[in-house]
């Protein structure tokens, strides 16, 4: 019996399951895990239903993409985070340090997007105090998602979880999204393991063509499935973003030593006076300062840290999530 704060371990092992490839059948999900499918099958209903677990589909290539900061007024941060959130074309949307500000992440879409929608996007309102961008210039880890601190599987489960075809490397050339695909990912961005029929009626496309259509995208990393979890459900706590600065030389050294602790979700080299964006997931805030003054200060090269603490995801990768504590599966 599940109870109604914390996951057990199948939950956990079921969500880490899905990290690796969202849109994974639950048969095969379910013989590596060693259950049937309709434990699996019915425990992800379950999570689906309550807002603790979704699989979305998002545009896989980071490139033009953009990190905001916007620091607002108090009493104007709710309504500005959702009007971001209500974009396509803004990626997540989260409350920062104490709910003072707000952070986004924007970029093209399509290949016909252009560089101006990051003017286009921002709201023009006299209650936001400063606004900061960053530009991505390149990702060490972070896309899929997958939270590795829950660390509930074995190596064995999951190399036979890993998709067939593994998703590019950053260094790859992926290719973002015809203008085609968009009702494609209106779907997949609400429901990543929506089914072909439905994917079907969306696009007018036969259920044989949006088959091989999604198979390309993720492929070729122009599509990616998240999977994202709600994080206190799992025992994590505690999430922050560390804005990082170190010397140019030593900025591909640092980022591979970041993106390789189970602590970061996300470690991108960035334009602005922090050169690195950092996000981590702990158990709890003891766990962020032992993580702050033990892994990265260990890496004496890096000059300058800043923490913000991530109070709450507005949008996540896909659509808006829910805002309701209360919601625990029964």
Known sequence: MVNSHTADLLDLRLVEALQFDGRAPFSRIAEVLGVSDQTIA??????????????????????????????????????????????????WVQLVSGGTEILCNIGPVTAEDGEQILLEALPRSDRIISVAAHRILYTFCGSPRRVRMLDVLTPEEERLLEPPD?????????????????????????????????????????????????????????????????????????????????????????????????ETAFVAATTGPANLNVAIVCRDSRAIYRYLTERVAALPVIGHVETTPIGRNVKGVGAVLPHDPSRRPR
């Open 166 to 262: 593994p998703v590019p490397g950053w260094d790859a050339d992926v290719p973002p999204l015809e203008p085609g695909d968009i009702p494609l990912l209106e779907v997949l961005s609400r429901d990543g393991r929506a089914g072909h029929a439905e994917l079907s009626a969306a696009t007018g496309w036969s259920p044989s063509t949006v088959a091989r259509r999604v198979d390309h995208l993720r492929a070729t990393g122009s599509l990616l499935c998240y999977a994202e979890f709600d994080l206190r459900y799992a025992g994590l706590g505690a999430a922050a973003r560390l804005w990082i600065t170190v010397p140019p030389g030593e900025l591909d050294g640092v980022g591979r030593a970041l993106a390789a602790h189970p």
């Open 42 to 91: 019915r425990r992800y209903r379950r999570l689906r239903s309550t807002g603790l677990l979704r699989i979305v589909g998002a545009p896989g290539a980071d490139r033009g993409r953009w990190i905001i900061r916007l620091q607002c007024v108090p009493s104007a941060v709710q309504a500005l985070a959702e009007a971001l959130a209500r974009r396509p074309d803004i990626v």
